[in-house]
């Protein structure tokens, strides 16, 4: 086979060896190689990689979904990221290139979406997921630094609307079947919608008076809880009453309506 043996002499006086099997197996081939290669050693970019474009926002962001968001979120986090791209984050930022962000940027993303009525919660989720992006961006190397911007805004402790105990008493006695007990539970142990859903009998002991919530159902899928983690949950003795009743129906979960 054709060999590529080059004895190369720096202006400092050093010699480089490049000896390779030419990429072309023809005498032509390797003789083309072979002045390509002196060309580079004699220009001192042999070795080199060339050095590739900083992408878009929107170029880098399907990479960003299929090997981060995918494997690292939960089904709903990837329809809610989905969306806030879709919707906030490409308009804005998808035609720049990641280090063309800036503070004033930020700054400007934020004020137009204040000026649109969106709350500051919402503008500071949609600035998490750019962020997250660009640290992304930093830790594969298509970036060199985050920029320097403010990247929350401040915003006001939500209000919570509490059910008095004699709305939480006509709720339940409005309700009937399934239903009922669905309410009730909910009321009682404060487990959330998806996690009712996902309830199945195998982690209700109705003996010791507990269960355990170790799933959810997010975007019709089943996942883990909101925190990732399993819970313990005390169960009064209206909710056993009422489970114990419900409990003649078959199924595996709980609540399967």
């Known amino acids: 086979y054709w060999m590529i043996d080059v004895n190369y002499e720096h202006p400092d006086g050093h010699i480089e060896r490049v000896r390779k099997v030419s990429p072309v197996q023809t005498r032509r081939g390797a003789e083309q190689q072979e002045r390509s290669i002196r060309q580079a050693l004699c220009d ?62 930020i700054a400007r993303y934020k004020a137009a979406k204040l000026k649109l009525d969106y709350n500051k919660k919402s503008v500071g989720n949609h600035l998490a997921v750019l962020r997250r992006m660009l640290a992304v961006a930093i830790e594969w190397g298509r970036l060199s630094h985050m920029p320097a911007a403010k990247w929350q805004l401040r915003a006001p402790p939500p209000a919570f609307d509490f059910l008095t105990f004699d709305e939480a008493t006509r709720l339940v006695d409005a309700a009937d079947g399934i239903w009922r007990t669905m309410i009730l539970v909910a009321m009682r142990t404060g487990l959330r919608h998806g996690e009712l859903l996902a309830l199945r009998w195998q982690d209700v002991d109705l003996v010791a008076g507990r269960l355990m919530v170790r799933q959810a159902v997010s975007a019709k899928k089943i996942d883990t809880p909101k925190n990732g983690r399993s819970r313990e949950v005390p169960l009064s003795d209206e909710t056993i009453r009422a489970l114990k009743v419900h409990r003649h129906l078959s199924g595996e979960f709980v609540f399967c309506v």
């Open 44 to 105: 001192g970019t042999y070795g080199r990689k060339e050095k590739q474009p900083t992408p878009t926002v929107a170029e880098f962001w399907k990479d960003f979904y299929d090997a981060y968001v995918l494997p690292e979120n939960k089904a709903s986090e990837h329809v809610a990221k989905q969306a806030i791209w879709k919707n906030h984050i490409e308009p804005h930022f998808g035609r720049l290139r990641l280090d063309e962000i800036g503070a004033e940027h």
